[in-house]
């Protein structure tokens, strides 16, 4: 079973507030990813890290920024919400050396009014 | 950036019935793996298929990879409304030990009682 935890599970705030997403996992992973989703629809990588003080961006492009300082951490912040990044958001993280097996948390909604 | 393509988008079926989802691309992968996600959930990983013409049983659901490691099909047999779901396909975007995963878009699978 994976060990992998959002917070909050669900947030609504107002324009311009800044916000962290939490991602943790107990398990060591060396590689961490948050997924853009919204609701039944495909999934957009925006952000992923190969280990510690290792960040890259996605695909799609986000004004969202991560950090990783801790293996087990890997926050998403946005300065000043803005309606268009109402979503689903949802972090996940793999092992090295496996064949590519990801293990997703629960997701964090967002809603920005 | 190498695409894969669900269908159908959408599927609404009886319990009871037998049904087929497909993934297509038009570039080779060397691995695709399923994953099922459940309403207000992150996406679980049901299988990983490796080798082209590979078969792979997990209790109704029959996987395949094709020939040319360019599609991949999710047979359910005898479908029930715990099956209800969104389906995704995915596939690395390159090779390596640092390798992101391209989702498809889904299949949306509802399992009438």
């Known amino acids: 079973e994976a060990d992998i935890y959002q917070t909050p599970r669900y947030l609504v705030i107002g324009t311009g507030k800044k916000i962290t997403l939490e991602c943790s996992q107990t398990?060591?992973?060396?590689?961490m990813y948050w997924y853009q989703q919204d609701p039944g629809m495909e999934l957009h990588l925006i952000h992923y890290s190969y280990g510690v003080n290792s960040t890259e961006k996605g695909d799609l492009s986000s004004e969202s920024t991560v950090s990783r300082i801790r293996t087990e951490h890997f926050p998403l912040t946005l300065e000043s919400a803005r309606p268009s990044h109402t979503s689903q958001y949802l972090c996940?993280?793999?092992?090295?050396?496996?064949?590519?097996?990801?293990?997703f948390g629960e997701g964090s909604r967002l809603t920005v009014l | 950036t190498q695409l894969l393509e669900q269908s159908p988008q959408f599927l609404s079926i009886q319990e009871g019935e037998n049904l087929t989802v497909y993934c297509n691309s038009s570039?080779?992968?060397?691995?695709l793996q399923w994953y099922r996600q459940e309403p207000g959930e992150g996406p679980v990983l049901l299988v990983t298929v490796v080798t082209g013409g590979e078969v792979k049983k997990l209790k109704r659901l029959t996987f395949q990879f094709g020939d040319a490691r360019k599609d991949s099909s999710l047979h359910i047999t005898a479908a029930q409304p715990g099956d209800t779901g969104l389906y995704l396909c995915a596939g690395p975007s390159s090779g390596g030990s640092n390798y992101k995963l391209t989702f498809g878009k889904g299949t949306l699978l509802t399992v009438n009682p």
């Open positions: 996940a993280s793999r092992a090295t050396g496996t064949t590519g097996e990801l293990f």
């Open positions: 570039s080779v992968f060397s691995s």
């Open positions: 398990m060591g992973h060396d590689k």
